[in-house]
């Protein structure tokens, strides 16, 4: 889904690692929001519009949350 939105093609050194660990996280942070949004347990309705809106505000505090949780194991 992200493909390409950092241009990573042939990059290297210290940016592009960071840009990549980045653009994982993130991807991860949409599959995460993604099933939460498509959980049988959310509210039917108007649970998309609330869902997404609420997933749009915290999905960079998660990729956050992701990116310092991996990089604390390494």
């Known amino acids: 889904m992200l493909e390409g939105y950092f241009d990573l093609d042939g990059a290297t050194g210290v940016d592009a690692a960071e840009n990549h660990k980045r653009l994982l996280a993130v991807q991860a942070a949409l599959e995460i929001s993604k ?3 498509s959980a049988s347990t959310a509210n039917s309705g108007i ?8 997933v749009s505000q915290e999905v960079a505090a998660l990729a956050d949350a992701i990116q310092d949780a991996l990089e604390s194991e390494a």
């Open 35 to 37: 099933a939460s949004v």
């Open 47 to 54: 649970r998309s519009q609330m869902d997404l809106r609420n």
